[in-house]
Nanobody, 115 residues
Framework: QVRLEESGGGFVQPGGSLKLSCAAS????????MYWYRQAPGKQREHVAG???????AYSDPAEGRFTIPRDNGKNMIYLQMNNLIPEDTAVYFC?????????WGPGAQGTVSS
């Protein structure tokens, strides 16, 4: 069983930055892939960024050029660095990992972008 917990959400003005953290209970090396998703009010959950064990990184079109997905293996942490935020980035952000035949989700962290 893998536990994930997001933190670092909050309120920021347009053009600002937020850095979300995801603490995993297991070693990141045990995960085939790690992702960030988000769900805005009234919308479906959508992929934001993903990182495979081999180091392949992919971003959604809205995230490309503004977001990055760094990791810290020593701390079992996955991050989502979000820059140049816009109101449309307001959502609950979820950490998601694949481990063998299973997948796990964190409870989510709210990020709000508003003037």
């Amino acid at each position: 069983q893998v536990r994930l917990e997001e933190s670092g959400g909050g309120f920021v003005q347009p053009g600002g930055s937020l850095k979300l953290s995801c603490a995993a209970s297991g070693s990141l090396d045990d995960f085939e892939a790690m992702y960030w998703y988000r769900q805005a009010p009234g919308k479906q959950r959508e992929h934001v960024a993903g990182l495979t064990r081999r180091g392949t990184i992919a971003y959604s079109d809205p995230a490309e050029g503004r977001f990055t997905i760094p990791r810290d293996n020593g701390k079992n942490m996955i991050y989502l660095q979000m820059n140049n935020l816009i109101p449309e980035d307001t959502a609950v952000y979820f950490c998601h990992v694949l481990s063998g035949p299973s997948n796990y989700w964190g409870p989510g962290a709210q990020g709000t972008v508003s003037s």
